[in-house]
């Protein structure tokens, strides 16, 4: 049974920073391609982040550049995404995925329940 489980969402000031986690279970995690998507109120899920299986290509939405890194440990089957300099707009309900595709930025067939993130003062 595939399980994708998101932890490390909350409120935080704008400014701030917060770590999301992602536990995965039931596939080979150290073979896929991982990623993090959000998705907006009213808005489609858009692509964050994705990083290789092995952990050595990253890539990134052109709107977190430099504020957000994702980051993998394939001892522990956990994908992270690190967000400083949050912004209100970063408000959104954040998603892992497994087996994204890291070229066109589509999600792969795997997904976590989603983790929200508030940005408020």
């Known amino acids: 049974q595939v399980q994708l489980i998101d932890s490390g969402g909350g409120l935080v000031q704008p400014g701030g920073s917060l770590r999301l986690s992602c536990v995965c279970s039931?596939?080979?995690?150290?073979?896929?391609?991982m990623g993090w998507y959000r998705q907006i109120p009213g808005n489609e899920r858009e692509f964050v982040a994705g990083i290789s299986w092995g952990g050595g290509r990253q890539y990134y939405a052109d709107f977190v550049k430099g504020r957000f890194t994702i980051s993998r440990d394939n001892s522990k089957n956990t994908v992270y995404l690190q967000m400083n300099s949050l912004e209100p707009g970063d408000t959104a309900v954040y998603y892992c995925n497994g087996g994204t595709e890291l070229y066109t930025k589509d999600p792969g067939r795997y997904w976590g329940q989603g983790t929200q993130v508030t940005v408020s003062s």
């Open positions: 039931g596939f080979s995690f150290d073979s896929y391609d």
